[in-house]
């Protein structure tokens, strides 16, 4: 590896140029006037070509492409596939119920605003708090992986790269919000994808093509060198599909592109979403195959130095910059849906829904309070990168907890009798129940295992089910429960303790999913859909 | 054999990753111009 390959003239010019464009772009939208909703939704009315290309480009960031890699060096060929086809699927599996929701609420801001239409404010500020937090968290982390591969690639410090990034990212953000981060976002995906298409058989021809399967084949064990490894979809494959529906549903930025996109458009929007991250990361992942078979061993034992090591190892200077456009252009995208994504939530779900009330929010204060919140993140996010906290673990903690909302918010959305206490109480005993098993205080052992195992095929059941119920309605969506529930049960039982990650992610779908369906099932009152879209409507058009 | 299988496995994902994004500038390319008929803003 050629540490500091780019060197400080070069790397300034390579960033002026990124963040210059993306400005320059973001000005030729830019108005004196902004518009409250459309600084959150961009007029509700936004095309195929610009929202597939938001949507994909804001779902791969630096970490995803890092992870792929990673993936494939330490489980070997199938190592990027349950990485990448797992995280694709999230944006497939979101789509049915992406188009419930902008049907129930076609002016809606936040899937907290809507909860707050639907059931009040507590099951909202649930929703709108974990977005926040994991929204911050991911920024943070893109903020770190920015900072990394400037200190590695270039003589500029850590801290001098997480400054640059984060400015970059805030300069042509603030004062547009959605609206820039998704004409950007095009011009970053095209970076980005166009770096995929171009460094990935760059490298693989550089490193010795085919020959490396033949040459390398005893640098992998026997899990590494199959398709189906167990290893692989026990440690990184299961614990992804538990998160499936849990990331699309705590994750605002998806939200916030489900609510821009004109309606008629909501299907390819999704569908090439998911083909475009699906491909891209798996693509990316293969460079960490790749490494294994050359057999590199990453640099200070980190492998997220992996994709950094072989690109410097084998690329010229020319493609060396491609592929640091490439990194950059995934964490800035990422970054800049997380500061719209924040702003919304608080200007929304803070500000306009509860502080100022039903006809109290005043438009200009919002667009005020949003930029305000951009800029306050920003600095939180700079604050967490310089402690570098092992963000990426925290991450996936936000995402299990996120598993506890998503039977509730689901069935929120299409059953009439779950109540605000349901919603609340359900919630907040999964969010109990993971926390016991996830940080270890109930030890998986004897007679806890079992009932952990059990209730941990109800969990798959859940999953299963909602994902079908999805595509195709409550009848297809119970029979997939039972017979996911029934095809797991013999293995499950005495096996999935084993693995406490997993069993507490599969605790929090299944304590949430069974006390929603209990304390829904006895309450009397049945909620109108209809309200929602009157709840959950514009702030300019009511106020001006 | 197994050499061949395992590079296209290896360089399949690029030619995807290649036609998403021909799809997305076609479609980013055909906005602009209805954009510009009907003389409104893109986004």
Redesign the interface.
């Known amino acids: 590896m050629q540490p500091m390959a780019l060197g400080t003239t070069l790397t300034l010019l390579l960033l002026i140029a990124f963040f210059g464009i993306t400005f320059v772009i973001s000005l030729s939208?830019g108005k004196k006037q902004e518009n409250a909703d459309s600084y959150m939704t961009?007029?509700n009315n936004?095309?195929?070509?610009?929202s597939?290309?938001s949507m994909?480009a804001t779902w791969i960031w630096a970490a995803s492409l890092y992870a792929s890699a990673t993936s494939g060096y330490t489980y070997g060929?199938s190592g990027p596939i349950h990485y990448g086809l797992w995280g694709a699927l999230m944006i497939l599996f979101i789509y049915p119920f992406g188009k419930r929701i902008r049907s129930l609420a076609p002016r809606a801001h936040t899937l907290a605003e809507i909860l707050h239409a639907r059931h009040g404010q507590s099951s909202q500020l649930l929703l709108a708090g974990s977005n926040l937090l994991g929204s911050l968290l991911s920024l943070t982390s893109n903020f770190i992986a920015g900072g990394a591969l400037i200190s590695m690639m270039s003589p500029l410090s850590f801290s001098t790269g997480v400054l640059l990034i984060a400015g970059g990212v805030l300069l042509y953000t603030l004062w547009s919000g959605i609206?820039a981060s998704?004409?950007t976002d095009?011009i970053q995906?095209?970076a980005m994808?166009?770096a995929?298409?171009?460094v990935?058989?760059m490298i693989?021809f550089a490193a010795g093509?085919?020959?490396i399967?033949?040459e390398g084949a005893q640098n992998l064990t026997a899990q590494q060198q199959s398709f189906f490894s167990s290893d692989a979809f026990f440690n990184q494959g299961a614990p992804f599909i538990a998160a499936v529906l849990a990331y699309a549903i705590g994750n605002q930025t998806i939200a916030q592109r489900l609510f821009a996109v004109r309606e008629d458009m909501i299907k390819q929007t999704f569908v090439?979403a998911t083909?475009?991250y699906g491909?891209?990361v798996?693509?990316v992942g293969?460079l960490g195959?790749?490494a294994l078979y050359i057999g590199i061993d990453p640099a200070d034992g980190d492998v997220n130095n992996l994709i950094p090591q072989l690109a410097a190892g084998y690329l010229p200077l020319a493609f060396l910059c491609v592929f640091f456009i490439m990194i950059i252009g995934s964490l800035a995208s990422t970054a800049d849906s997380d500061l719209a994504a924040m702003s919304s939530i608080v200007m929304t779900d803070i500000y306009g829904r509860n502080i100022a009330g039903k006809t109290g929010a005043k438009p200009q204060l919002m667009l005020l309070i949003g930029r305000i919140t951009m800029i306050v993140a920003t600095g939180m996010a700079m604050y967490f990168a310089s402690s570098r906290f092992d963000i990426l673990d925290l991450l996936v903690l936000v995402g299990a907890i996120w598993g506890a909302l998503v039977f509730p918010v689901i069935a929120s959305f299409y059953w009439n009798k779950v109540n605000n206490t349901g919603f609340t109480i359900s919630v907040l005993a999964a969010l109990a129940v993971f926390t016991l098993v996830r940080t270890g205080w109930l030890p998986l052992e004897g007679t806890v295992a079992i009932v952990t195992d059990l209730l941990s095929v109800v969990g798959i059941g859940v999953i299963a089910g909602l994902m079908i119920f999805g595509f195709f309605g409550l009848r297809a969506g119970v029979a997939a429960v039972v017979l996911a529930m029934l095809i797991t049960l013999p293995f499950a039982l005495g096996f999935l303790h084993q693995y406490p990650v997993l069993t507490a992610s599969l605790l929090a779908y299944a304590v949430s999913a069974i006390l929603c369906v209990v304390l829904s099932w006895f309450n009397k009152d049945e909620f109108d859909f209809d309200r929602i879209a009157r709840h959950a409507g514009q702030f300019d058009t009511q106020n001006t | 054999m197994?050499?061949?299988l395992?590079?296209a496995?290896?360089?399949v994902?690029?030619v995807?990753?290649?036609g998403?994004?021909f799809?997305?500038?076609?479609?980013?390319?055909?906005?602009i111009r209805?954009a510009r008929k009907d003389g409104r803003?893109?986004?």
């Open positions: 939208i961009a007029g936004v095309g195929f070509g610009i597939a290309a994909t060929l609206r998704m004409l095009f995906v095209c994808l166009g995929v298409v171009i990935v058989p693989f093509g085919s020959s399967f033949v090439t083909v475009g491909a891209t798996i693509g293969m195959v790749l | 197994t050499e061949i395992l590079s496995y290896v360089l994902w690029p995807i990753v290649a998403v994004l799809v997305l500038v076609r479609a980013f390319l055909r906005e209805e803003p893109m986004i």
